[in-house]
């Protein structure tokens, strides 16, 4: 693609991209998978071949801040870092935590809200399956699922940490799942069946609205379900996905604030950043009736956050962002990938986190910033602890950024060297957002390469033949921190 920087210059622009969310339809999978980037193949002529499409919305995100356009020299502004930032403080920090479930001991509750004390946390967010919390009819809350909660929102409580109830799985007398998937539904279990939204919007109305009497401002917000873009229907299953999720958000939302109009309430809880589902919750009538846009981004975190973003805007919406689930496994080299994710190094995990979460610090948008999660689970390494309860590298790195938040980023590394010819530029990165390399002759941009890293933050790619290998001028940044953070060498 041959783009022009002025009436006497060309450069040749290079996408190397490795996404995996799944954006076409209005549902999508979590953006979860990553993968080594590829070197560009490229002709005399300049031209390059691009291995996969920018993802339009997130080039459309670039071009709205700035961020690809006509640089004609070294020293031309680059661009405009993550969006606006004007934030006098960072964003409340926090950790998922293990919910409610059929059984639950209170026990689990106090190992749960000391893990987030000793952490600094001071928001966690918790799974409610309405399933678990009122399985048998309507009206009639469980004893000892009520005991749990009670009890883990005192601890939170007393510890100055206030807590996100996500509220998902309709009970089986509530859900509106065909009745061959519901004559296979159980009271003290969760099956397929819970993962369809209520028949009578009413009815999860009814709960939320119970919640936000009982516990009242101790609720950081109460989360209108969990993940009903994703395409795996393993939260919110079934046909009208942005229709029947609006409806139950417009039910939700009044009750709960007639029940106390102090509680925030979240939408979206959304995994896509393309906008394609927002917009359609637009078109549904969502505005107006949430606080706060729940998001879940774990792949390319904060190019994601800023896409979301812009769509929020277009649409006139500028309810703040709530990032209440993201994270990295420590499965590296055990395995490969977890729940979509690439394994990553304990050590890796721990860096990613601090950098996140220092990214964000001055984002005025951001809400709330809550990591996944506080321990590991038998199939899943995301935890800040391993299943044994043992500190892993990134407790102490989360522990120091929630009591600190502002601080350095890691930054930017950047190697040049000539091979047969050609300059082959390598290095490191902060992780999170989509990457730009830039070669100039002179003051003369001739060539930018736009792509993400790999798993281990790395990256490697080959200039063009046609540069040459001596005489120029390479930069590389991160988008979200802008060029003034960019690493520049010559060669």
């Known amino acids: 693609m041959i783009m022009p920087i002025t009436t006497n210059t060309t450069i040749a622009t290079c996408s190397q991209i ?42 459309a995100s670039m071009l709205a801040l700035g961020a690809v356009g006509g640089l004609g020299s070294v020293a031309a502004a680059g661009p405009t870092p993550s969006a606006l930032r004007a934030a006098a403080a960072a964003p ?12 639950s001991r209170t026990a689990e509750a106090d190992q749960a809200i000391e893990g987030a004390r000793r952490l600094h946390a001071k928001v966690v967010r918790m799974e409610l399956p309405w399933a678990a919390l009122e399985p048998r009819a309507a009206n009639q ?38 009745r061959k998937v519901l004559s296979r539904c159980s009271p003290t279990t969760l099956t397929t069946a819970n993962a369809w939204p209520p ?12 919640l936000a009497r009982r516990y009242g401002t101790k609720l950081a917000a109460i989360e209108v ?32 604030k007639q029940a106390n109009p102090n509680v925030p309430v979240l939408a979206g809880s959304l995994v896509g950043s393309n906008g394609s589902f927002l917009r359609a919750l637009y078109a ?15 792949n390319l975190t904060l190019g994601s956050v800023r896409s979301i973003r812009q769509v929020q805007l277009a649409n006139g919406d500028e309810k703040p962002l709530w990032l209440d689930e993201f994270g990295w496994t420590s499965c590296w080299p055990r395995e490969r990938v977890q729940q979509e994710q690439p394994c990553v190094t304990e050590k890796l995990q721990g860096q990613n986190i601090a950098n996140i979460f220092r990214s964000l610090a001055h984002t005025s948008y951001i809400a709330a910033e809550v990591i996944y999660q506080l321990r590991d689970e038998r199939t899943e390494d995301f935890g800040v602890l391993r299943t044994n309860a043992t500190h892993k590298p990134a407790f102490s790195s989360l522990a120091s950024v929630l009591a600190a938040p502002f601080g350095s980023v890691s930054p930017v590394t950047l190697q040049l060297r000539s091979r047969r010819g050609q300059v082959l530029a390598a290095g490191t990165s902060p992780v999170g957002d989509f990457m730009q390399l830039e070669a100039f002759q002179g003051s003369v941009l001739r060539y930018r390469a736009l792509f993400t890293l790999d798993r281990f933050n790395h990256y490697s790619l080959a200039l063009p033949r046609v540069l040459g290998s001596h005489g120029l001028t390479v930069r590389v940044f991160q988008y979200w921190a802008g060029v003034g953070r960019a690493a520049q060498k010559r060669i």
Not at 92 to 103: A, E, M, P, R, S
Not at 232 to 239: K, M, Q, R, S, T
Not at 284 to 298: Q, S
């Open 18 to 59: 490795q996404v995996g969310d799944i954006e076409r339809q209005p549902t999508a999978t979590a953006p979860r998978r990553s993968g080594r980037v590829r070197r560009a193949q490229t002709g005399a002529d300049y031209r390059v071949r691009m291995f996969r499409r920018v993802p339009k919305h997130l080039l």
């Open 141 to 178: 809350i469980d004893p000892q699922a009520l005991a749990y909660v009670d009890r883990l929102v005192a601890d939170a409580a007393a510890a100055g940490i206030k807590v996100i109830a996500t509220v998902r799985a309709s009970p089986c007398w509530a859900s509106s799942a065909p």
């Open 199 to 210: 028949r009578k919007p009413a009815d999860y109305a009814a709960v939320v609205a119970y």
């Open 284 to 298: 549904a009538g969502i505005k107006g009736f949430y606080d706060g846009l729940a998001v879940h981004y774990y």
């Open 225 to 256: 379900w969990n993940e009903p873009d994703q395409s795996n229907e393993l939260y919110f299953a079934g046909p009208n996905k942005p229709q029947r999720y609006a409806a139950v958000l417009r039910a939700a939302y009044p009750a709960i």
């Open 92 to 103: 409340v920090g926090g950790i998922n935590i293990g919910g409610l479930g059929f059984g």
